[in-house]
């Protein structure tokens, strides 16, 4: 109970600014009295979500599914290649920069490519939500395995263990913390991966139905896509925080001191 109400007083400060900034947009909203299609009032976003949701849903959804494909596939790419990279200097010499270049291609730009190959549709947002979340998470998992201390090696070869021991004992158990900490990031720049992918090639998703909304000048409903999206953002970085707490505690002991005491 007492750690239950050490987090609720932890979390407050957050939560109330959050609500100040909702609250203060109302009254600015009203007092100055700006049009809906320049900016609409949360509550007017509100009562459109409500409102329109039978209709959001299938949007939705097809953004979450396309999302969560994409950074599956991401994470599965990026820890093989995070592993490779992290245990090898050649591999790391050869491949990083490669994947740098990569990374630094806006990913607006793929979209064109992937439709031409695949068609529009589902593919291209599943094909770019993985690869704008590959790069943090190699380079978390590399930096993991490629910082493990050298004492810890040298007392792994003296019991006659190979390079494959060591990784699995040592250098992916090292990494976790930073596996962990790279999805947080990773998930979210996979829905921005979608949401692009969308607004370019396809015919349903977040991203459609919020160009829809802005050809139409419906404002609250464009809103009403920004506030979905962010709440599925929020939702899912906060799953992917109970499992980094849940399985990487041992990384965090100096924050659950602070939290307990």
């Known amino acids: 109970m007492g750690r239950f109400l050490a987090t609720l007083r932890a979390r407050a400060p957050s939560t109330a600014l959050i609500l100040g900034v909702f609250a203060a947009w109302e009254v600015a909203c009203l007092g100055f009295g700006v049009s809906d299609i320049v900016l609409p009032r949360p509550t007017q976003i509100l009562a459109t979500l409500i409102d329109r949701w039978p209709a959001l849903w299938p949007h939705t959804y097809q953004?979450?599914?396309?999302?969560?494909?994409?950074?599956?596939?991401?994470?599965?790419?990026?820890?093989?290649?995070?592993?490779?990279?992290?245990?090898?200097?050649?591999?790391?010499?050869?491949?990083?920069?490669?994947?740098?270049?990569?990374?630094?291609?806006?990913?607006?730009?793929?979209?064109?490519?992937?439709?031409?190959?695949?068609?529009?549709?589902?593919?291209?947002?599943?094909?770019?939500?993985?690869?704008?979340?590959?790069?943090?998470?190699?380079?978390?998992?590399?930096?993991?395995?490629?910082?493990?201390?050298?004492?810890?090696?040298?007392?792994?070869?003296?019991?006659?263990?190979?390079?494959?021991?060591?990784?699995?004992?040592?250098?992916?158990?090292?990494?976790?913390?930073?596996?962990?900490?790279?999805?947080?990031?990773?998930?979210?720049?996979?829905?921005?991966g979608s949401v692009v992918a969308e607004t370019v090639a396809s015919n349903r998703g977040i991203g459609n139905m919020m160009m829809i909304a802005s050809s139409s000048f419906n404002v609250p409903l464009v809103f009403a896509g920004l506030f979905i999206l962010a709440g599925l953002g929020v939702s899912l970085y906060l799953i992917f925080s109970a499992i980094e707490r849940r399985l990487t505690g041992w990384a965090h002991r100096k924050a659950e001191l602070t939290v307990t005491t």
């Not at 953004?63 to 290649?81: A, D, I, P, R, S």
């Open 63 to 192: 953004t979450l599914y396309t999302t969560l494909v994409g950074f599956g596939w991401g994470v599965l790419v990026g820890v093989v290649l995070g592993v490779l990279i992290g245990s090898s200097r050649l591999a790391f010499e050869t491949a990083y920069p490669l994947l740098v270049g990569i990374s630094s291609i806006p990913k607006v730009a793929v979209v064109p490519i992937f439709v031409l190959w695949f068609g529009a549709g589902t593919v291209p947002a599943v094909l770019t939500a993985m690869i704008i979340c590959i790069f943090p998470i190699v380079v978390n998992v590399a930096t993991g395995i490629a910082t493990v201390e050298p004492e810890l090696e040298d007392v792994m070869r003296t019991l006659k263990a190979s390079k494959l021991d060591i990784l699995w004992n040592v250098g992916l158990p090292r990494a976790a913390p930073y596996f962990f900490a790279s999805l947080k990031v990773a998930i979210t720049l996979a829905f921005v």
